[in-house]
């Protein structure tokens, strides 16, 4: 057993009891506690040390620091040590407390002990240092029979006033490392919402059941005014839970600060400390034993050289199959998430879509306003399967157990897989990309003036929708028919009718000679005659012969045998040539739809449709002679243009344009706009672009040089496109359509063969009304300044500047 080094204030006279002594008393207090319950517990004692005469050496070991603990002492070794030791040991009364009655002297020696005992007590306490009071580790009493002892419940005699000994217990000292739980509060209400206690005027209950009463609240002034008195305020928190104010103190104010700087709020943390390996890193190798190996180890085993043979022939054979991975089932499922490990499918693969999750109609106790009532029953019931829009009716039950099984289980889940397995995926990678970027970057229209924005003048005097106009090439003077059955020749500055002539059939075409100097137009009148009219009395006399000669000059050359049998060119009467400018008059055999004049003003062709193989003629005005350049024809002819430079005939059938080279008299290009049905054509005044106009609302720009498909397909109108135009000098575009809008186009062509055209609408003209399902029948640029002519159903003709 270990020694107790005696204190120098511990008094030498006072005897001692043995510590063998305590184990017997806390036995006794056992069996007390057994035979009789008490109501108030009895304080630890504190322990008498044994008080020896130690020897020099002992002296020098005061500080207990170090206590040696012989774990292989006995109480008989105690006893004997104890007993050489010189003190006087006081043996200690056996108590016995039998089952029925208690040992009246046992009591009255147990008695006399307590008194002594509490004589020892206050004698030390008075004397003695603090240090002999403690309990030390290591004595002979065990520590968990210490604490088994302090819970103990007195067992004893009462004090002279009939109360229990008061003991105070230490006072613990709250640490950084402590436990908040042991912080008192005068809340006691428990861990409940403070609200509960709004309307209460206290916060609690204390031990003795007591109300704990809130302490008084201050309105928002005397609360100002105390913040101000009060030096302590800027550090004041409210606590919400105890109902008061609490002042931090340093110790506090210095873990906020450390806090709000991003510190640990402890201020003796250290987190550099140098490692401390507890355990080696080294791996030492050593043998259990230093007994040398058995000579068994070293000879091969013919027994597992049988099982290693028979184990390579399993795998030989296919049996076994090494390094096979075993296929764990997973132990839960999630019913409601995706798969759980992705499934190595095609690159293409698309997952099935989910099923729709139910909505609130599915419940089997749905809100009220779910439930139909007998007429929407009715309804539902009277509907087709397919025009339903749920295939079910929304049902309450009383519950859970109530509801039956779903009768259409089978039949929708056979639907889903005939879905899925009919109705191909296709995965489509969806681009992220600013729609502001797609649009291209235009530039303004004002930076693209000039180009006609208003009507300027209206040319009234038909009755009838316009169908055709002209411009002569100077711009002076422009001509139109219409259905009224006349043609009108207009001055084009002050919109005055200058000439007037009425035919017995409906103006078809009509088109000035390109040829400046030529005072000449042809125009298209009824089934197939054709006109060449020089209009009198508004020209030169040298003007009216330069005509005469280009245009008779044709009557001489002509043979019998050499007349056309799908043309015939007749001269008219003199009565005709002087009263309305008629100079040559040509009669085919189908009505001519279009007449147009090539850049020389030599050679025009005409187009009617319904000839067949006669479709297409070219005319020659100084010889009289008419060509038919194609025998056979394909498709039903709409338009034909000549190039402006270039010996080349573009002629426009329904969906396609056929570009033919004169001179080589062959196919050169066959241009598909993919369109429906095309209503009209123009060339650019470069010649390498083509716009197409189409009764399907589109318009399409063609470069020659580029492609045989449309460089751009413009669709700005809502109805057919009638007709589009390109301007002779400006870089200008235009296109007439039923909708009754004229719009314009800014269509620049670079010199660069490298740089694409620009093409910008600018303006859209409106004025024209629809009439009869029909707009603006035919637009011509002029031909010198950016104005262009319009021509309606509505019978107006009108010039926009």
Known sequence: MPKRTPTKNAPKSKETKPTSSVSTRSSTAKAAKAEKPVAATKPSRKRQVVVEESSDEEEEEEDFGAVEIDMGSSDEEQDDDMNGSGSEIEEFPELTLSDDEEDPEALKAFEDEEEEDDDEIEGEAIEGDSDTDDYLGGDSLDEADLEEEEGLPYVGPKMANGKMPKHRLPDIEADYDSDSSTEETENTIGNVPLEWYKDLPHIGYDIDGK?????????????????????????????????????????????????????????????????????????????????????????????????????????????????????????????????????????????????????????????????????????????????????????????????????????????????????????????????????????????????????????????????????????????????????????????????????????????????????????????????????????????????????????????DEEKSKAVSWTRPTDDEEEKYGYKVRLVHTQAVKQVTWHRKGDYFATVAPDAKNFAVLIHQTTKHSTQTPFKRLKGLIQKVAFHPIKPIFFVATQIYVRVYDLMRQELVKTLQPSVKWISSIDIHPAGDNVIIGSYDKKVCWFDMDLSSRPYKSLRFHAKAVRQVMYHKRYPLFASASDDGTIQIFYGMVYNDLLQNPLIVPVKILRGHTEKDGLGVLNIEFHPTQPWIFSSGADGSLRLWT
């Open 211 to 559: 109300k704990i009463l809130k302490p008084a609240t201050a309105d928002e002034l005397e609360k100002f005014l105390a913040t101000m008195e009060d030096p302590d305020s800027w550090k004041t928190v409210r606590s919400d839970r105890e109902g008061r104010d609490i002042v931090l103190n340093d110790e506090e104010m210095d873990i906020i600060q450390r806090l709000q700087g991003g510190n640990i709020p402890d201020a003796d943390y250290n987190p550099y400390e140098p490692t401390v390996e507890w355990f080696t890193s080294k791996t030492e190798v050593m043998p259990l034993s230093a007994r040398p190996e058995p000579k068994r180890r070293f000879v091969p085993s013919k027994w597992e050289a049988k099982k290693v043979m028979k184990i390579v022939r399993a795998i030989r054979e296919g049996r076994i199959v090494p390094r096979k991975p075993k296929d764990e089932k997973p132990r839960f499922y999630n019913l409601w998430g995706d798969d759980d490990k992705d499934r190595e499918e095609h690159v293409m693969h698309v997952a099935a879509p989910k099923m729709k999750l139910p909505e609130h109609d599915e419940s089997y106790n749905p809100p009220a306003e779910y439930l139909p009532d007998e007429e929407e029953i009715k309804q539902w019931n009277e509907m087709e399967d397919e025009e339903r829009p749920k295939n079910y009716l929304p049902k309450k039950y009383a519950s859970l157990r109530q509801v039956p099984a779903y009768d259409r289980f089978i039949q929708e889940r056979f639907q889903r897989c005939l879905d899925l397995y009919l109705a191909p995926r296709v995965r489509k990678n969806r681009l992220n990309i600013d729609p502001e970027s797609l649009v291209p970057k235009l530039p303004s229209p004002k930076d693209l003036q000039p180009f006609p924005t208003h009507q300027s003048i209206s040319y009234e005097g038909h009755t009838a929708r316009i169908r055709c106009l002209s411009v002569h090439p100077a711009g002076l003077y422009a001509v139109s028919g219409a259905d009224d059955k006349t043609v009108r020749l207009w001055e084009v500055s002050t919109g005055r009718c200058l000439f007037l002539w009425n035919f017995d059939a409906v103006i078809h075409s009509i088109a000035w000679n390109t040829n400046a100097d030529m005072w000449l137009f042809a125009v298209s009148i009824g089934e197939g005659e054709v006109l060449l009219i020089a209009p009198p009395k508004l020209c030169s006399p040298e003007q009216m012969m330069t005509v005469d000669v280009f245009v008779k000059g044709g009557f001489a050359n002509v043979n």
